[in-house]
């Protein structure tokens, strides 16, 4: 009988692609990191506990193009400075790729609250512009013109905030307790860039960011660089506490929140 392709894979099978994935070189990204002051009380306001507000209320976008061997990839991220356990790092809010495979590993693994968008880097000479876009509305924009070149940073680690949970079944709120995630990257640069120019958000009923303003710009810079990370369960979360924050998670929060027991399915059998 030929193989089944949906049938179960062999230890050995699995051993191999564990193997494959922990020997992938290092993939350097091409990316815009804008940074910026918001209004304190907005930032607060999108972080869920235990999170915390930092010392200083800041906003980062990242907007990366990634140099996959035949598969490049636009990756995004728009985050929140937090703090948690004595740990400053960063809360994203969304984080739009351009693949389903960049979606899977970090949304079902560590909790990333990722969606399928559009992703923009491009340069020509010394302008710049960088986007994120969804459903048709670019919702951030960079833009702006390489003013210097900077040294080097050294390599440093990163912090990012994830919240990993599986909505109920019965739509009554999840299937067990959330778990709040810390994953670590360690990033090293090989070339980095300074830019003068300007963030523009837009009013967007998918991707509210256009509620965390620009009150005073820090930073935008241009640059490659490369990262690995490692994620860890740091504790439980009640449940009660997460549920007023599950709608940054979806376009449509309906779909898990308002579909009573027995509702009827769709024709696919599934929302």
């Given at each position: 009988m030929a193989r089944v392709r949906y049938g179960a894979r062999t230890g050995a099978e699995i051993a191999a692609a564990r193997t494959a994935s922990a020997r992938l070189p290092d993939i350097w990204s091409t990316g815009v990191v804008a940074l910026w002051e918001t209004d304190p009380d907005a930032l607060a306001a999108v972080l869920p506990p235990p999170l915390k507000p930092t010392g200083r209320p800041l906003v980062r976008v990242n907007i990366s193009k990634v140099d996959l061997p035949g598969y490049p990839l636009g990756a995004g991220s728009f985050a929140v400075a937090a703090s948690h356990g004595g740990v400053d790092g960063w809360y994203p809010l969304v984080m739009p790729m351009t693949h389903e495979r960049a979606l899977t590993g970090g949304r079902e693994v560590f909790g990333e609250p990722k969606k399928l968008g559009e992703v923009t880097v491009e340069r020509e000479g010394l302008v710049v512009h960088a986007a994120l876009a969804r459903h048709g509305i670019v919702f951030v924009e960079v833009r702006g013109a390489v003013s210097e070149e900077?040294?080097?940073p050294e390599p440093?680690?990163?912090?990012?905030?994830?919240?990993?949970?599986?909505?109920?079944?019965?739509?009554?709120?999840?299937?067990?307790?959330?778990?709040?995630?810390?994953?670590?990257?360690?990033?090293?640069?090989?070339?980095?860039?300074?830019?003068?120019?300007?963030?523009?958000?837009?009013?967007?009923?998918?991707d509210p960011v256009a509620d965390l303003p620009v009150l005073e710009l820090v930073d935008i810079t241009i640059g490659e660089k490369t990262s690995d990370q490692r994620g860890k369960v740091v504790e439980r979360v009640a449940a009660e506490a997460l549920l007023p924050y599950i709608h940054q998670r979806y376009d449509d929060p309906q779909q898990i929140l308002d579909a009573p027991p027995g509702a009827p399915e769709s024709p696919e059998g599934s929302v």
């Open positions: 900077l040294p080097l440093s680690q990163k912090t990012d905030f994830y919240f990993k949970f599986l909505p109920a079944v019965d739509g009554s709120g999840f299937d067990a307790d959330p778990v709040l995630v810390h994953c670590v990257r360690n990033e090293k640069v090989r070339r980095l860039e300074r830019i003068t120019g300007d963030v523009l958000l837009r009013e967007s009923m998918y």
